[in-house]
């Protein structure tokens, strides 16, 4: 049986979406929305990671440098180490402070990681220093390990003060 088509007072043919067709083009437009929002927030996520390894390499470098050139922190004239505390507690603190041991006196900045972020080294409740000796860079190797529930960064130090990320 042929079906007649129905044309409008105009003479026109009517066309349109039946609502099945039109639920079904909303569904689809939802789900390559969820989709998109899920990628957009694992990016998101990435980059604030990424943005806070390269300021923890930035202010390693910093300190290294200032070791290396004997920067003055006390201004007694004699030049320092300098070193960088990384403390993992409620909220997780790297400190850059001059002087051959952490002394909070000797602070100079102290950067706080953006929450999800935390260190995963060192451990909950504990500190790492990284010193680097005046004039010659050199320190005790260190790993440092920065993440959110998915995602984790890590620098190294060596022994020579040569700084990496992955």
Known sequence: MKRKMHTSQFGFYEKGLTMLELVLVLGIFALIAGVASVQLANFQRGTVLESASKDIVSTLRLAHDKAMLGEDGDSNGQGDAWGIRFANSTTDTYASFYGVAYNINNVKETAYLSPPLAFTAPTEGNNTDVIFTKLSGTTTPA????????????????????????
């Not at 790993?143 to 992955?166: F, L, P």
């Open 143 to 166: 790993t440092i390990t920065i993440g959110d529930n998915d995602q984790t960064k890590t620098v190294t130090v060596d022994a020579s003060g040569r700084i990496s990320s992955n």
